[in-house]
């Protein structure tokens, strides 16, 4: 479990990384939220579920444990009954992320285990996160965005816009003006953009970072980067911090 400074005594929320097309960004957002809620001063437990990869458990500064699902070769969603008895007993922010593999099954344990009112009912919120990408997995993306809003009946899903493989756009619409948002909006709590900047400057610096399995605060204070890296990526992170800061989350 990684600590902040905070005192425990606010209510748990439940920070959700969901997405079930793999590659897109979606480890990076759990990642960039459990940095955000550390420097908000939150207690942060972090919580890989993806039993193929473990991106966010190769973060050791953000000490986050992997939940066993594995049995005979495929997913046990009765492992989730695991992650269900921590959200429930324990206090402080969860960021829990998902792989493109328990995409499904763990929504489907979500939904039909009624565990959003299990939880609102021990005081506890549960907020979806999920990306949609520019380039060739936009439609893919869309989709599991539309999978999500259409069988959730709360407004707690956070849409990433993570343009670094290209403009979140079809046929000269942004997201927020296409028909798939306008159909769901009401479940949509709000909007999180990963910004399309210079490739061979942001986009290097943030790809090295990423590979390197290091923070922001990380990569800022330690001595591998130059001066104008650094600048760039403190760019990025307040950028991002300053959108999250207006969604109220902490």
């Keep these: 479990m990684a600590n902040g400074n905070g005192n425990g005594m606010n209510p748990t929320a439940i920070h959700l990384s969901l997405q079930g097309k793999g590659g897109v960004g979606k480890s990076l957002v759990a990642s960039i939220l459990a940095q955000y809620f550390l420097s908000r001063g939150r207690v942060v437990n972090c919580i890989d579920t993806d039993p193929v990869n473990g991106t966010l458990s190769q973060y050791a500064a953000l000490a986050a444990q992997r939940l066993k699902l594995l049995r005979d070769g495929a997913i046990d969603s009765r492992g989730f009954d695991d992650l269900m008895d921590r959200l429930l007993t324990e206090d402080g922010i969860f960021v829990v992320d998902s792989g493109a593999s328990t995409f499904v099954p763990l929504w489907n344990y979500i939904l039909q285990g009624n565990v959003v009112e299990i939880l609102k009912a021990a005081g506890k919120s549960l907020y979806v996160h999920t990306v949609v990408t520019g380039g060739q997995a936009l439609g893919d993306t869309l989709d599991g965005f539309r999978q999500l809003a259409q069988t ?29 948002f306008h159909e769901h909006a009401s479940r949509v709590l709000g909007l999180v953009g990963i910004a399309k900047r210079n490739q061979d400057t942001f986009g290097r610096d943030i790809e090295e970072m990423i590979t390197s399995k290091q923070t922001f605060e990380e990569a800022i204070g330690g001595g591998d980067y130059s001066i104008m890296m650094k600048q760039r990526l403190r760019m990025i992170q307040r950028d991002l911090f300053e959108q999250l800061d207006r969604l109220a989350l902490a």
């Excluded at 670094?164 to 997201?175: D, L």
């Design 152 to 180: 959730t009946e709360e407004q707690n899903i956070i849409v990433w816009i993570n343009e670094f493989f290209g403009r979140v756009e079809r046929k000269g619409k942004a997201f927020s003006e296409m028909a798939v």
